[in-house]
């Protein structure tokens, strides 16, 4: 089986790519795991679901990483609102949106 992210050879061996490292092994390191240390595709399942309550951290710094330099728009206000802000947060950026000659709601 080969993936993008890694490949599992005939006899069950695992390891990641190149990009597969890049992608993964900063949101498995969140929860301690080494992801070069991971040698079957069990073991990779196991660190995923480790992982996992920490996703929306990772997401969160990933998206302010490749936000960085890049204008602070309101409709970007709004994305990043709705993916980790609280409802009030949301709720007010919605009306700042709707006051906003620019931006037509659908």
Do not use: C, H
């Not at 390191?29 to 080494?34: E, F, L, V, W």
Request: glycine content about 4%; charged content about 30%.
């Amino acid at each position: 089986m080969q993936t993008q992210d890694y490949i599992v050879d005939d006899q069950g061996n695992f390891r990641f790519t190149r990009v597969g490292l890049d992608n993964q092994a900063p949101l498995l390191a969140k929860a301690g795991i080494d992801a070069k240390a991971i040698k079957t595709y069990a073991e990779y399942i196991q660190a995923r679901q480790a992982a996992s309550p920490y996703f929306m951290e990772y997401l969160q710094e990933e998206t302010d990483k490749r936000l960085k330099g890049k204008p602070d728009t309101l409709e970007w206000q709004a994305i990043r609102s709705i993916a980790f802000g609280t409802p009030e947060e949301q709720d007010q950026l919605l009306e700042k949106l709707k006051r906003k000659q620019s931006f037509k709601l659908v």
